[in-house]
C-alpha cells in the first residue's frame, strides 16, 4: 500500500473544521496530520480546543493532536482551509507563498481571476488557470477553491443542461440552518419561521454559479453569458439546502429529454473513481414529493445532488427542485473530491 499524504486543516475547530475532521476519517490517499486555529485555540489538545458540534464522538486520531497557530512552518504542505472569512485572505496567502497547496472551503479567494473554483464533475479543466496563478503571483504553493454551499447545488445542476443552451436562470434556495456556522441564528428568529434574508448569498450565488459554468479562454474564465437571479432563504430544516429552480433553455428541449441529461450526467471524478466521489453526481427522483432535505441530503455520504420535480414552466421553459448537503458537498466534502482531483492530476506532487 502506498503511504497516505499528511493534510492539514485551517480553521480545525470551527464548524467546517470539524466537518473536515470527520470526512477524513479513513481516508485512503489522505492522513490528517495537523490541525490549526486562532492563538485561542493554539496549545491545546483538539479536544479542549472543539467543543464537538458534529453526532457521535470525536474521532479519536485528531482529539490528541495538539492545535497549532495558523503559521507555515511544520504544517504539511496539503492544507484543507475551513477559516473564518475574517482572516482568511492574509492566511491562505502566507501559505500558498509559503508553497503549500491551500484547498480552500473560504469565499475570499473563489472570484479572484487566477483562483480556480472547482466542481470536479463540472469544471475540473478551471484547474489549468494555476499556471496563471503561479506566473502572477510567484507562490510556490497554490490556492483552489470550492463554491458556495447553494451555489455547488445550482451550478450542478446546471451542469447537465449546458448542450441545450442556458439562457436565463432564477433559482430560489430554502437552506439549512448549519450553513450559518454554530452557534448560527437564533432559535426564535427561525423556529417556525422562513427569513428571507443570507447577507451576501444571492451575489455569491449568480457570480459563481457564472464563473463555474464558465469556459475556459486562455488564461482566464470567460463567466457563462446567461442571467442567473437568486433568492435565498433560511428555513427551519438542520441539513441540506433545497433549490427551486426555473431555466430558460434556448434548444427547447422536451421534459423527457432535459431529465435523460440529468440522468446520464457524469465527470471526472466518476471516471477517475476517486474515492470521494459518488456514482453518480446527479440523482433524478421520479415521486412527485422528492427530493425532501431530511430524507434525502444525506445519502450517498453527502457527496450527491438529487433532482426532481421536472416540469414545463409557463415564463422560463423548464423548472425542477434541486437538494445537496450543504456542509458535505456544500463545504468539507466538495474541498476533499477538489484534492483528489489535484492528486489524480499529478499537483500534489511531492
Ligand atoms: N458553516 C457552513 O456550513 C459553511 C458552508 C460553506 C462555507 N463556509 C465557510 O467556511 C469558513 C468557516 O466557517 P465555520 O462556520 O466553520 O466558521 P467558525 O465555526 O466560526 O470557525 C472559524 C475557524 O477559524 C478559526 N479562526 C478564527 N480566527 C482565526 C485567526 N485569527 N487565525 C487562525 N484561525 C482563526 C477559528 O479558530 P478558533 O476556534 O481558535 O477561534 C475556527 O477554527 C467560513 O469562511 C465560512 O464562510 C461555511
Redesign the pocket.
Known amino acids: 500500500m502506498k503511504p497516505r499524504i499528511e493534510a492539514g486543516v485551517?480553521?480545525?475547530?470551527?464548524?467546517?473544521?470539524q466537518q473536515f475532521v470527520e470526512f477524513l476519517q479513513g481516508h485512503p490517499w489522505f492522513e490528517l496530520a495537523w490541525l490549526?486555529?486562532?492563538d485561542?485555540?493554539a496549545g491545546k489538545k483538539y479536544a479542549e480546543?472543539a467543543p464537538w458540534r458534529l453526532a457521535g464522538a470525536m474521532p479519536d486520531s485528531a482529539a490528541g493532536l495538539t492545535v497549532e497557530e495558523?503559521k507555515p512552518g511544520a504544517a504539511p504542505r496539503l492544507l484543507f482551509s475551513?477559516?473564518?472569512?475574517a482572516?482568511?485572505t492574509e492566511?491562505e496567502r502566507a501559505f500558498a507563498a509559503a508553497g503549500h497547496i491551500v484547498v480552500s472551503?473560504?469565499?475570499n479567494h473563489r472570484m479572484e481571476p487566477d483562483v480556480p473554483l472547482v466542481v470536479p464533475e463540472v469544471n475540473a479543466e478551471h484547474l489549468q488557470l494555476l499556471t496563471e496563478q503561479r506566473r502572477r503571483r510567484g507562490w510556490r504553493g497554490r490556492i483552489v477553491t470550492n463554491p458556495?454551499?447553494s451555489t455547488v447545488v445550482l451550478a450542478m445542476s446546471l451542469a447537465p443542461l449546458r448542450p441545450f443552451g442556458i439562457r436565463r436562470v432564477v433559482a430560489t434556495t430554502l437552506q439549512a440552518i448549519?450553513?450559518?456556522?454554530?452557534p448560527g441564528v437564533a432559535s426564535l428568529d427561525i423556529t417556525a419561521n422562513v427569513i428571507p434574508f443570507i447577507a451576501g448569498e444571492e451575489e455569491k450565488m449568480q457570480q459563481e454559479t457564472q464563473k463555474i459554468l464558465g469556459a475556459l479562454a486562455g488564461n482566464r474564465v470567460e463567466p457563462l453569458a446567461a442571467c442567473v437571479s437568486a433568492h435565498c432563504n433560511r428555513v427551519p430544516v438542520l441539513n441540506g439546502h433545497t433549490v427551486t429552480v426555473s431555466v430558460e433553455l434556448e434548444g427547447r428541449p422536451g421534459v423527457e429529454e432535459v431529465r435523460a441529461a440529468f440522468e446520464g450526467f457524469s465527470g471526472v471524478p466518476q471516471q477517475r473513481r476517486l474515492p470521494s466521489a459518488p456514482a453518480r453526481p446527479v440523482v433524478y427522483m421520479a415521486e412527485a414529493d422528492r427530493p425532501q432535505p431530511q430524507r434525502d441530503a444525506a445519502r450517498d455520504r453527502g457527496m450527491t445532488v438529487f433532482v426532481g420535480r421536472l416540469r414545463e414552466c409557463a415564463v422560463l421553459t423548464h423548472k425542477y427542485v434541486a437538494l445537496g448537503h450543504?456542509?458535505i458537498r456544500?463545504?468539507a466534502g466538495a474541498a476533499v473530491l477538489n484534492a483528489e482531483l489535484l492528486h489524480s492530476e499529478g499537483l500534489l506532487g511531492s
Open positions: 485551517l480553521g480545525a475547530t470551527g464548524m467546517v473544521g490549526g486555529a486562532s485561542r485555540s480546543a495558523c475551513a477559516m473564518d472569512a482572516v482568511a492566511i472551503n473560504s469565499r458556495n454551499c448549519s450553513g450559518a456556522g454554530y450543504n456542509t456544500g463545504a
